[in-house]
């Protein structure tokens, strides 16, 4: 080849290299650009609020604003019928679990009045503690301690092959702590709350497998002098208390059913929509109902609990049975079930 030809190819060459580091250099600024706007949207015209307390002092709402503006599909927790939890890592030391609730649908807002009702001033070691919120045009935001070791659900029908099978103390002291988060809200609280929405998928375990009472979404405040509060009937299939299904009056024992209802998950190791009760034509409150009657307590217990002491699973069968009675009356209050657990 001539050498005048060879400059001109390499002339061409570097020209088209220059020019494709330009052109990509324009596309990542252009997306830089578009993200640091949406950014700049979301932080415009919202207000955070957090919440005074060791974890949050040394934080900077800005900042924080900032870093759960880039949460992506990887940071996702899991997702409930109201949004989406994302796992938002601060630094070491600091992680939080957010929650994102678009706005556009009633019920969504609602809910989240509602959990901020519930739950603002609320500091107990069996509720998951609400560091702040975020209001925005678009979305709300709800920001809570992450629960390092997932919810009760997950540890008792999770397929993970990885997996360690909950061994019965722990699931004992899940029920207890369970109990007295539930109990703090029905007994201790002014004005009292319903939760309205207790399963296991709510019950969220900390560092130290210590149950937490999360989700306050349907959440209902009761004052002193009202024994009920009229509602659309909302909460979840297999848990609701069958009055309650009836005639959408929500009162505390229609949690104390659906705790009895989160006893026999653990008891049993079955969820209360599990498929071989459908096929059966019965549910899984009836069948245990049946197992008691029979005292043959030792073939529902779930077959993954190796060991067990039974004189006290049966104490905790009977328990259940007191949350599962039919007649609301009838029905134990959650500070009777947690002295009896206790
Ligand atoms: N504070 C938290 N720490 C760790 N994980 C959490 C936390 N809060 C929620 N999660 C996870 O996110 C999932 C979704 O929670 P969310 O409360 O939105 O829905 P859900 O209770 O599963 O369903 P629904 O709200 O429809 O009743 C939970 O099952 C739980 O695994």
Redesign the pocket.
């Known amino acids: 080849m001539k050498r005048p030809t060879m400059v001109l190819y390499i002339t061409i060459c570097c020209v088209a290299f220059v020019i494709s580091k330009i052109v990509i250099s324009c596309l990542l600024y252009k997306k830089w650009a578009r993200k640091r706007r949406i950014i700049e949207n979301s932080l415009s015209g919202g207000k955070m609020v957090m919440f005074r307390s060791t974890t949050t002092q040394s934080l900077c709402a800005k900042f924080l604003m900032r870093k759960t503006m880039k949460l992506s599909n990887k940071d996702?927790?899991?997702?409930?019928?109201?949004?989406?939890?994302y796992?938002l890592m601060i630094n070491d030391t600091t992680t939080?679990?957010v929650?994102k609730l678009n706005k556009g649908n009633c019920e969504r807002d609602r809910g989240f009045e509602r959990e901020l009702n519930a739950m603002g001033d609320i500091k107990h070691r069996n509720i998951?503690p609400l560091h702040g919120y975020y209001i925005a045009p678009q979305f709300n935001l709800l920001i809570?301690?992450?629960?390092?070791?997932?919810?009760l659900?997950?540890l008792l029908h999770g397929k993970s092959s990885k997996q360690e099978t909950l061994d019965w103390a722990t699931r004992y002291k899940i029920a207890v702590g369970a109990a007295r988060g539930l109990s703090y809200l029905h007994h201790d609280c002014i004005p009292r709350i319903i939760h309205r929405?207790i399963?296991s998928?709510?019950i969220?375990l900390d560092q130290n497998m210590e149950a937490?009472v999360?989700?306050f979404?349907?959440a209902t405040l009761m004052e002193a002098n009202q024994s009920h509060v009229s509602t659309v009937v909302a909460?979840?299939f297999g848990y609701l208390a069958p009055e309650y299904f009836d005639t959408g009056k929500a009162t505390t024992k229609g949690d104390v059913y659906s705790f009895g209802v989160v006893l026999l998950e653990l008891l049993t190791g079955k969820r209360p929509t599990d498929e071989s009760f459908i096929e059966n034509g019965t549910k899984l409150v009836t069948w245990v109902k049946e197992i008691v009657e029979g005292t043959r307590e030792e073939h529902a217990i779930d077959d993954a609990l190796e060991c067990f002491p039974l004189e006290e699973v049966k104490k905790v069968f009977n328990v259940a049975e007191k949350c599962l009675e039919s007649d609301p009356s009838k029905r134990a209050t959650m500070a009777e079930v947690l002295k009896m657990l206790e």
């Open positions: 996702i927790l899991g997702s409930g019928g109201y949004g989406t939890v796992r939080f679990a929650k998951v809570y301690e992450l629960m390092p070791n997932g919810s659900d997950t929405d399963k998928s709510n969220l937490r999360s989700d979404g349907l909460g979840t």
